[in-house]
């Protein structure tokens, strides 16, 4: 899910900087030092969106740097799990699929993939046994997510599932939807 968060933290901007007009120097700062930046708190920093507020700067013996208390926003995308996601197959594996959801890439386990026994071929595509369907790069589909691991934190893991109703590639859950007429028991 995407949050808009606000932080306050010590912003140093280095004494190169101090010409800079000090919002346009803070915002610089900010964004090297949380660019890129995870956390099981955050999630996964994907931008700086405002500096809401500045505070006195403060020099510290030795160091020539000032150091500002500020407050600002950040765009984060933090997964939750249960969370259902839409994305795009990235790549197809022996043991299962990745799917990108956004900043990072989720893994669905081959077992994980449909209701069926499934098949990896050589030209990357994983292939139910009595379904005949197909699972291949860039099919758009839905998934929930079942697992997040945080244990490396700078590459976090998402474990991801297809095998629940309306779940899957998109043309499987547009199958699986009754239709208006036999939903409301009229022929």
């Not at 890439?105 to 026994?117: A, P, V």
């Not at 839905?142 to 109703?165: C, E, F, W």
């Amino acid at each position: 899910m995407f949050y808009k968060t606000l932080i306050r933290d010590h912003i140093r901007v280095p004494p190169d900087m101090f010409g800079t007009p000090l919002n346009e120097a803070i915002l610089q700062m900010v964004k090297k030092k949380y660019d890129g930046f995870i956390s099981k708190e955050l999630g996964i920093v994907i931008d700086v969106s405002d500096v809401k507020s500045v505070g006195e700067g403060i020099i510290i013996s030795g160091d020539g740097a000032a150091y500002y208390e500020t407050e600002f926003e950040l765009l984060t995308f933090k997964p939750k799990l249960q969370e259902v996601v839409l994305g795009k197959i990235r790549d197809i594996a022996d043991f299962g699929a990745f799917m990108n959801i956004g900043p990072i890439d989720g893994m669905i386990h081959i077992s994980q993939t449909m209701d069926d026994f499934v098949s990896f071929s050589k030209d990357k595509v994983l292939m139910g046994k009595e379904t005949k369907r197909t699972l291949k790069p860039n099919d758009l589909c839905k998934a929930r997510i079942i697992a997040v691991s945080y244990k490396d934190i700078s590459n976090p893991k998402i474990g991801l599932t297809m095998r629940q109703p309306y779940l899957g590639r998109l043309d499987w859950v547009y199958e699986s939807k009754p239709k208006a007429k036999e939903a409301k028991g009229t022929s």
